[in-house]
């Protein structure tokens, strides 16, 4: 999974520090696009360096660290750029050459789309500030704080024998993942998914049982997948609101799936490999 990045590393932890150095990195988001450099016909992400010129309203807030390198969300106008420096749609990450890369444009938009979401307290609606010491906001009126948030989400990969069931969305996509959804509030995991595929396909499902987790910062969710059972003799009720299809398919014959580096994909090519 995209992820799983050992040896090479994304530090999460915080840092107090708020002015970059010329050779740290800066993450710069517009919309669902983030600034790139070329560099020799390979897409990096840019340096303080590389942006000369900022306007004096511009300020930088500190996302995570890039092996012992600090990264900094630029946080206002980046001012003129230079022509290597060029925009690229956030679903670069499924094919980027460098998964590390690939998975820190991701968690800084986690980060960004939260800045964004929070400019304002949700409580009595004065400014939201970034907080020194944690990665926080704190509100300039009642003192509230908040901190990025997490949804917690169920995938499970739904067998009986040596067939998996398999939706497609409404989103368009052509190919085929598994049943998903997030957790409602005073439910368990495993009540998240027995009601989920319930929903979903009309299916009730038994012994369910951990398989693994991923963040997914796209969604700001946490997906925790599982492995369930079902019978097949059971009919397929599909909820039309949420996805357009339905149904079993057989190991080594399975239609265009979602890539690995999800969990969801991960999870089909396991049990296709009958490794589940």
């Keep these: 999974m995209i992820h799983e ?3 090479e590393s994304l530090d999460i932890r915080f840092q107090t520090s708020a002015i970059p150095c010329e050779d740290d990195f800066v993450f ?3 919309e669902n696009t983030l600034l790139w450099k070329n560099e020799d016909g390979s897409l990096v992400i840019p340096r303080r360096s590389d942006f000369p010129s900022l306007p004096e309203t511009s300020e930088f807030r500190f996302l995570f660290s890039l092996g012992n390198k600090p990264c900094f ?3 206002g106008k980046p001012g003129e750029t230079s022509p290597d ?7 670069l990450f499924r094919t980027h050459p460098v ?7 991701m968690v800084g938009y986690h980060l960004q789309s939260w800045y964004l979401n929070h400019r ?14 944690e990665r926080a906001l704190g509100c300039s009126s009642c003192s509230r704080v908040v901190y990025p948030g997490i949804s917690p989400a169920i995938i499970v990969a739904v067998i009986c024998g040596d067939k998996i069931l398999l939706i497609r969305g409404r989103s368009g996509r052509s190919w085929y993942s598994l049943v998903s959804g997030y957790v409602d509030a005073g439910e368990t995991l495993e009540q998240a998914v027995a009601r989920e595929v319930k929903e979903e396909t009309g299916l ?16 700001g969710t946490l997906m925790v997948g599982f492995l369930a059972e079902a019978d097949d003799r059971q009919a397929i009720v599909v909820d039309e609101r949420e996805i357009s299809e339905a149904a079993w398919f057989t190991r080594g014959s399975l239609p265009e799936y979602s890539p690995a580096l999800a969990i969801s994909g991960e999870l089909i090519r396991r049990f296709d490999r009958n490794e589940l």
């Design 5 to 7: 990045l050992f040896p």
């Design 28 to 30: 710069y988001y517009q």
């Design 73 to 75: 969300l630029l946080w």
């Design 85 to 91: 420096l060029v925009f690229q749609d956030l679903s």
């Design 99 to 105: 998964q590390l890369l690939a998975w820190a444009s």
């Design 120 to 133: 304002f307290c949700g409580r009595c609606g004065a400014p939201a500030l970034p907080m020194p010491e």
């Design 204 to 219: 009730d499902v038994r012994n369910i049982r951990y398989y693994n987790d991923q963040p997914w910062p796209l969604s």
